[in-house]
T-cell receptor, first 114, second 113 residues
Framework: DAKTTQPPSMDCAEGRAANLPCNHS???????VYWYRQIHSQGPQYIIHGLKNNETNEMASLIITEDRKSSTLILPHATLRDTAVYYC???????????????FGQGTILTVHP | EADIYQTPRYLVIGTGKKITLECSQT?????MYWYQQDPGMELHLIHYSYGVNSTEKGDLSSESTVSRIRTEHFPLTLESARPSHTSQYLC????????????FGNGTRLTVT
């Protein structure tokens, strides 16, 4: 699996954009980047994923660098309810027993303050 | 919105008891997973399934067992609970294609006394 590196914690003011970086310098050409978040005591929630193009949905935007060695998750207008642990994950691709598994790291604790 | 349900939400049980954690999904997903997570720690995959009658062990060794007799149901069983099994257990499912996102339940928080 390509490993990911994220800052352990970040702060953001309510209403401002939250930009969460992720390094995945060993990513393979056909591996996707996924973002999940986990609010205390709940199961992880899927946010967005992408291969090489930038992606946007109703929750967030995902910017992937041209060399695919890093990405940024953008929450355009953070709210207090966005306070959570955010996980950047590179999806294992291929057949056999590794098919489709997700490997979660430590993630980034994002705190949104008033 | 994903529909995946785990019961019970919380469970406190004595050492030596047999327990089954339930997980059901209504999306018709072929693939299902069990993760284990201690407070403030990473998620670790303990079991997964590609479909009916298919189960595999995950990355983290676990004394639990799973079964997949029906597509929508993926229960996890501990034959004899021990205090070391105290943890949160998270169930997830996804469509079969390799890039489909996982949808998680809200977990079962197990305490073995």
């Amino acid at each position: 699996d390509a490993k990911t590196t994220q800052p352990p914690s970040m702060d953001c003011a309510e209403g401002r954009a939250a930009n969460l970086p992720c390094n995945h310098s060993t990513i393979s050409g056909n591996e996707y980047v996924y973002w999940y978040r986990q609010i205390h005591s709940q199961g992880p929630q899927y946010i967005i994923h992408g291969l090489k193009n930038n992606e946007t949905n109703e929750m967030a935007s995902l910017i992937i660098t041209e060399d695919r060695k890093s990405s940024t998750l953008i929450l355009p207008h953070a709210t207090l309810r966005d306070t959570a642990v955010y996980y950047c994950i590179v999806r294992v691709r291929g057949g056999g027993t590794s098919y489709g598994k997700l490997t979660f790291g430590q993630g980034t604790i994002l705190t949104v303050h008033p | 919105e994903a529909d995946i349900y785990q019961t019970p939400r919380y469970l406190v049980i004595g050492t030596g008891k047999k327990i089954t954690l339930e997980c059901s999904q209504t999306m018709g997903h072929d693939k299902m997973y069990w993760y284990q997570q201690d407070p403030g720690m990473e998620l670790h995959l303990i079991h997964y399934s590609y479909g009916v009658n298919s189960t595999e062990k995950g990355d983290l060794s676990s004394e639990s067992t799973v079964s997949r007799i029906r597509t929508e149901h993926f229960p996890l069983t501990l034959e004899s609970a021990r205090p070391s099994h105290t943890s949160q257990y998270l169930c997830a499912s996804s469509e079969y294609s390799y890039n489909s996102p996982l949808h998680f339940g809200n977990g079962t928080r197990l305490t073995v006394t």
